[in-house]
T-cell receptor, first 115, second 115 residues
Framework: AQSVTQLGSHVSVSEGALVLLRCNYS??????LFWYVQYPNQGLQLLLK??????LVKGINGFEAEFKKSETSFHLTKPSAHMSDAAEYFC?????????????FGGGTRVLVKP | DTGVSQNPRHKITKRGQNVTFRCDPI?????LYWYRQTLGQGPEFLTY????????KSRLLSDRFSAERPKGSFSTLEIQRTEQGDSAMYLC?????????????FGPGTRLTVL
């Protein structure tokens, strides 16, 4: 079984400041890890994914995440927040080789960007 | 290719009524997933199809819920005798192939409100 914990249901950052969203996972086998973004009244859009090719993963819109096996973490960062980054962000895990490859999501972190 | 589409986008119903949602996946995608997202939570897996076969159902999917994917194309999710606890966003996702690393593409969701 797998699970995902996102620390902080709400994060407030100033425009231009660092965005840091925390994600820790629990998995019995090496997982694939994903970050999705959800804008109001819309579906989820993939930001980036970890597939074991590299521990530092770069995604769209200037986001990146680092996989740390020893810490079972996959934190998402962006050096400089933009107003358009205001949204809800979800970390998700999928198990390699598992039938179905369903996604297990964390509870989400809502980002507020202050001007 | 216009992505994953879902209809209706919003549904308001009275307790005890039946409702049906439709999902049209990306045309070449053989896997289709249904998730449920309640307010302030991350999406939770309900069920998935590989082509027309329903291969896994979550314990969240009570016997009042049924999903189909005739001919391996669009899918429907029906809820019978709706309850207020069924109020949620119902998300559909599709992807190609059996590798967990392959991205799931999400539709905009159907928001259900049960009065």
């Amino acid at each position: 079984a797998q699970s995902v914990t996102q620390l902080g249901s709400h994060v407030s950052v100033s425009e231009g400041a660092l965005v840091l969203l925390r994600c820790n996972y629990s998995s019995s086998v090496p997982p694939y890890l994903f970050w999705y973004v959800q804008y109001p009244n819309q579906g989820l859009q993939l930001l980036l994914k970890y597939t074991s090719a590299a521990t530092l993963v770069k995604g769209i819109n200037g986001f990146e995440a680092e996989f740390k096996k020893s810490e079972t973490s996959f934190h998402l960062t962006k050096p400089s927040a933009h107003m358009s980054d205001a949204a809800e962000y979800f970390c998700a895990v999928s198990l390699r080789g598992a039938a179905g490859n369903k996604l297990t999501f964390g509870g989400g972190t809502r980002v507020l960007v202050k001007p | 290719d216009t992505g994953v589409s879902q209809n209706p986008r919003h549904k308001i119903t009275k307790r005890g009524q039946n409702v049906t949602f439709r999902c049209d996946p990306i045309s070449e995608h053989n896997r289709l997933y249904w998730y449920r997202q309640t307010l302030g939570q991350g999406p939770e897996f309900l069920t998935y199809f590989q082509n027309e076969a329903q291969l896994e159902k979550s314990r969240l999917l009570s016997d009042r819920f049924s999903a189909e994917r005739p001919k391996g194309s669009f899918s429907t999710l029906e809820i019978q005798r709706t309850e207020q606890g069924d109020s949620a966003m119902y998300l559909c996702a599709s992807r190609w192939g059996g590798e967990a690393v392959n991205e799931q593409f999400f539709g905009p969701g159907t928001r259900l409100t049960v009065l």
